[in-house]
């Protein structure tokens, strides 16, 4: 697991407060909505802000693209390290 991956995890449990969710505990390949963490769209929006405020990454709309990095903790990882990179 990556530093980057502790710390989304990390920030999921906190950000939407999952308080029997321990970070550590989440599959980084586990999908986030749906089945998996069980995440719904209002979650998503929270995480959004969460993601914006913390990385400073920017999300302008919600496409299938965007869709695909909000799959899994890794999925999401990738996503930041390609937005700072870039």
Do not use: C, W
């Not at 980057?4 to 029997?20: N, W």
């Not at 209002?42 to 405020?53: C, F, N, Q």
């Amino acid at each position: 697991m990556t530093d980057l991956e502790l710390s989304l995890k990390r920030l999921i449990v906190d950000a939407l407060k999952l308080e029997d969710v321990n970070p550590e505990e989440i599959d980084a390949e586990e999908p986030l909505f749906g089945v998996g963490l069980g995440l719904d769209s209002i979650d998503a929006l929270e995480l959004g802000v969460a993601l914006r405020k913390a990385y400073g990454i920017k999300i302008e709309s919600v496409t299938d693209e965007i869709k695909v990095h909000f799959f899994s903790v890794r999925s999401l990882a990738r996503f930041i390290a390609e937005q700072k990179r870039g």
